[in-house]
């Protein structure tokens, strides 16, 4: 990065922090849900980029774990716990859960993991359909009443700052450079070293993290989710695609694919209720076929990212002439 | 001199395709032994069996004299096993220096701080030649330079034994010389050296001891010279003797 994109690039992140903090003293009520709900989904990408565009496997099921901590959060709220704790709990089930999956899941590779994750889902959601003691079954789960709409939305902003602060350092880390070189080709990582089972099990369980987190906070929001909010095709979905049509493997691709895809489904919205869905299907087809970099690694963007300094996709020995995106 | 590794008695079948049957293999601490023998012989199965790839069906590999087969080629590569591919295999879309950092950050040396493993790997990536490539991607790379980038990234694991599969294959002449050359200090470094190759000006120009394979079978084993003008060699390259106006030298 240049130091003029430098200075550039922090007034611009200054200047955003101090809007979405002033936001909701403007009287800007459906803004913030709005902005609430990008967040949770941005995370959700960002989250899922770290297996899916970092180490190169397509985790499907990566909203998994958003249900996981939302059911967890909801049900330890109900038990009379406070939201730190019940968020904590989520944190720690998600993780158990993603180090105990990630063994078998990852002796596969390719479309098999993809379709296994993808599995995982039905999985859980049967789980929490059945066990209606637990979980009140198909009729949902609700939490303690109350308007949490102002304290959600700066956590789960929190929550997604902190985010990317662990993207970028992931990206920059050794155990980063790691993932990357599992992602170009994993036979060669092992043979130099690398111990992937071990490293692929631990970015499973970094990226459950964030996502169990908003999937609590969201829960806690809102309060009431169905085994069909949390586990439903568009909450699976949706973070995948913004984080492909973005731009995979990059911290930006996911940012700036949430924004794009929610500002659209916004307006297709209230032409066409749920014909967005349709559009998903349709965005993640041509992105495979015409665009499989992403929005980021388009020629009229890739220049203005790289100027901004945010083009190094793999971060971990930074110098100013590479041209880092692929 | 100290035996650095052994391969015992390996053998390893395919389904039913015998790539490597009895091979025994023995090398010496800083020798430069070639394993030659014509396309589909087993080499480079023996090569994935010594760095932990492939489990051999019988027989184990020693690797001064505590056994390594069936550890793992993560495991391998950190007791200081290091290899190059016959095809080129760099990250693609990491960096040349990123490439050598892998091996550098989790071969045998992983103490070392982060800074002092970049200078060390640019270090590395002068020795081979690619000093004003550091910050390139591997994709970008011509294949002589991907090549010395396979090299650059095994000699970032410090390794004690440095497998080299085919490296100046698709090369001309003259990058054939310099790759030479390399090897020749690497080896003049302390690395024992076990290398591929079916170049034989390669083979004579620097190994001390040669062993040819032949449908997975070892069929001869000894100096350069000798190897040649072993009659199974000859039959197993150019086929039987029958008339008189066959080349001694191919």
Known sequence: MNRRGKKFFYLAVLLLCAVLAALPWIGFSYGIVWIFLLAVYFTLALSYDIVGGYMGYMNLGHSTFFGLGAYTTAILLNQGFNLFAALLGALLLAAAFAAVVSYPLFRLRGAYFALATFGLISLIEVLTTNLRDLTGGSGGISTPPGNHMLPSYYLVLAVAGGTMVLSHFVARSKFGLALFSIREDEEVAAAFGVPTTLYKGLALIISSAPASLVGGIYVWNMTYISPNSVFGLEIALSPIIMAMLGGTGIMIGPLVGAIFITVVQEFLWTKVPYFHLAMYGTVLVLLGLFMPGGLVRTRFIKPFIQWLGLGEAVDYFKNADAERIP | ?250
């Not at chain 2, 290091?82 to 990250?91: D, E, H, I, S």
Request: aromatic share 4%; proline share 3%; glycine share 10%.
């Open chain 2, 1 to 250: 001199m100290a035996i650095l590794l052994e391969c015992k008695e390996i053998s390893k079948t395919f389904g039913g395709i015998e790539a490597l049957t009895h091979v025994n293999l023995t090398v010496e601490a800083n020798s430069l032994t070639g394993v030659i023998g014509p396309n589909g012989a087993g080499k480079t199965t023996l090569f994935n069996i010594i760095s932990g790839a492939l489990l051999p069906t019988s027989g184990e590999v020693l690797f001064k004299g505590k056994k390594i087969s069936g550890m793992g080629p993560a495991r391998v590569c950190r007791l200081g096993i290091a290899r190059t591919y016959q095809l080129v295999r760099p990250f693609n879309s990491l960096s040349a220096i990123e490439n050598v950092l892998i091996g550098l950050g989790f071969g045998r040396t992983t103490s070392l701080s982060k800074d002092n493993r970049v200078a060390e790997a640019i270090k590395i990536l002068q020795f081979v030649g690619l000093g004003d490539k550091i910050n390139h991607v591997a994709e970008g790379l011509t294949l002589v330079e991907k090549k010395h980038l396979e090299i650059a990234r095994a000699l970032a694991t410090e390794p004690e034994i440095l497998l080299l599969d085919e490296v100046v294959s698709g090369l001309n002449p003259t990058e054939v010389t310099q790759i030479i050359e390399t090897i020749r200090q690497i080896q003049a470094g302390g690395i024992t050296i076990i290398m591929i190759e079916h170049i034989l000006k390669v083979v004579m120009a620097l190994c001390e001891r040669v062993v040819v394979l032949n449908y997975g079978v070892q069929i001869a084993e000894g100096t350069p010279k000798e190897v040649v003008s072993d009659e199974a060699v000859i039959e197993a390259y150019i086929g039987k003797f029958e008339d008189t106006e066959g080349n001694p030298d191919a």
